[in-house]
């Protein structure tokens, strides 16, 4: 087979087999900073000022209780940091959470075992977003979606329901990430093989902030870094967790066996050049690979505009 035969060198996006995916997504979550970031992000005074500072003064007397949406939670870990910051400001806060794939059963069993605060009652709905919205209508007074967006098709139609899904002063949180470092980097999005339908189309933070533009919303915007452990494919060739994590980053199924020479090449160049290289103490002088990528998180306050 001719590695410059296109027809035959597809490269499948990660997005067209969820079972593939949550395994890519694990193996990523095993060798990120992500959680301990966002926790420290979520812990800092900017949440504060920005979240619950201002969710306070836009709630008027009667809302006494608030609506948070998680959309594309995963098991909860982020926003399980969310919630316990929020029940330390609000009297009654109602969770509901949006998350179509089992993940959401271990959601369940963490606030089961560990409840969050006393005063957090939780929905669960096992649905996409879209399947949740034909059947809701409740408005929210905050919307939290983390690293979830490219999930969720084109910015354009879902930031707009998102927004009107918010109580006026509510705050829609989105973090993902940015195209000029990470994920959003890597030059297999400048390759001949790119094909919507069937290689990776990770919605990045350009696209949602033109939307964001275009349809007249105002946002802020802050910047965490997430390193990733990537030594795993960059040194070894018979590791299946390097190899999956290798998956998540491209957006592509089995990319290191399905991947054309060139491409392949390319994307193992560009690790390379914009990964940080340690060598660990332990004796082998092994070498580490850490590849570092910045994360936007947007808020938007639903205003005046909104109708
Ligand atoms: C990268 S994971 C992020 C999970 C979690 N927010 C976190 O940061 O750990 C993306 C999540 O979006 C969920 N998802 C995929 N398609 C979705 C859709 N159409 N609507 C809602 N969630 C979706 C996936 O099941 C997955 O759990």
Same mark, same amino acid.
């Given at each position: 087979?001719?590695?410059?035969?296109?027809?035959?060198?597809?490269?499948?996006?990660?997005l067209?087999?969820?079972?593939?995916?949550?395994?890519?997504?694990?193996?990523?979550?095993?060798?990120?900073?992500?959680?301990?970031?966002?926790?420290?992000?979520?812990?800092?005074?900017?949440?504060?000022?920005?979240?619950?500072?201002?969710?306070?003064?836009?709630?008027?007397?009667?809302?006494?209780?608030?609506?948070?949406?998680?959309?594309g939670?995963?098991?909860?870990?982020?926003?399980?940091?969310?919630?316990?910051?929020?029940?330390?400001?609000?009297?009654?806060?109602?969770?509901?959470?949006?998350?179509?794939?089992?993940?959401?059963?271990?959601?369940?069993?963490?606030?089961?075992?560990?409840?969050?605060?006393?005063?957090?009652?939780?929905?669960?709905?096992?649905?996409?977003?879209?399947?949740?919205?034909?059947?809701?209508?409740?408005?929210?007074?905050?919307?939290?979606?983390?690293?979830a967006v490219h999930s969720l098709?084109?910015?354009?139609?879902?930031?707009?329901?998102?927004?009107?899904?918010?109580?006026?002063?509510?705050?829609?949180?989105?973090?993902?990430?940015?195209?000029?470092?990470?994920?959003? %980097?890597?030059?297999?999005?400048?390759?001949?093989?790119?094909?919507?339908?069937?290689?990776?189309?990770?919605?990045?933070?350009?696209?949602?902030?033109?939307?964001?533009?275009?349809?007249?919303?105002?946002?802020?915007? %802050?910047?965490?870094?997430?390193?990733?452990?990537?030594?795993?494919?960059?040194?070894?060739?018979?590791?299946?967790?390097?190899?999956?994590?290798?998956?998540?980053?491209?957006?592509?199924?089995?990319?290191?066996?399905?991947?054309?020479?060139?491409?392949?090449?390319?994307?193992?160049?560009?690790?390379?050049?914009?990964?940080?290289?340690?060598?660990?103490?332990?004796?082998?002088?092994?070498?580490?690979?850490?590849?570092?990528?910045?994360?936007?998180?947007?808020?938007?306050?639903?205003?005046?505009?909104?109708?």
């Amino acid at each position: 087979m001719m590695a410059s035969n296109m027809s035959e060198n597809k490269l499948l996006n990660l997005l067209t087999d969820m079972n593939h995916y949550h395994k890519a997504y694990a193996a990523y979550c095993s060798k990120t900073t992500k959680w301990q970031e966002l926790q420290k992000w979520t812990e800092s005074a900017e949440f504060e000022s920005i979240v619950v500072a201002n969710l306070s003064k836009n709630l008027s007397a009667m809302d006494q209780q608030i609506r948070v949406l998680g959309i594309g939670s995963g098991e909860g870990i982020l926003e399980i940091y969310q919630l316990q910051k929020l029940a330390t400001k609000f009297p009654k806060i109602s969770a509901s959470v949006v998350e179509p794939s089992e993940l959401i059963t271990k959601y369940k069993d963490t606030v089961g075992r560990n409840p969050v605060a006393d005063n957090i009652t939780f929905e669960w709905h096992k649905q996409t977003f879209d399947e949740y919205l034909a059947c809701n209508d409740k408005k929210y007074h905050f919307i939290s979606v983390v690293h979830a967006v490219h999930s969720l098709g084109d910015p354009d139609v879902f930031i707009k329901k998102m927004y009107m899904l918010l109580e006026p002063g509510g705050i829609l949180l989105l973090t993902l990430v940015t195209d000029h470092t990470g994920v959003g %980097s890597i030059p297999l999005h400048q390759s001949e093989l790119k094909d919507d339908k069937t290689t990776n189309n990770y919605v990045n933070s350009s696209q949602v902030k033109a939307t964001l533009e275009k349809l007249q919303i105002e946002y802020t915007q %802050s910047i965490y870094k997430e390193t990733t452990d990537i030594t795993d494919f960059m040194t070894n060739d018979d590791s299946e967790e390097g190899e999956l994590l290798l998956d998540f980053l491209t957006g592509v199924i089995n990319f290191k066996k399905s991947a054309p020479d060139d491409v392949r090449d390319r994307v193992m160049r560009h690790f390379q050049q914009v990964s940080r290289i340690e060598k660990t103490d332990d004796g082998d002088e092994k070498m580490s690979y850490k590849h570092t990528s910045d994360i936007d998180i947007l808020f938007v306050t639903r205003g005046d505009k909104a109708k």
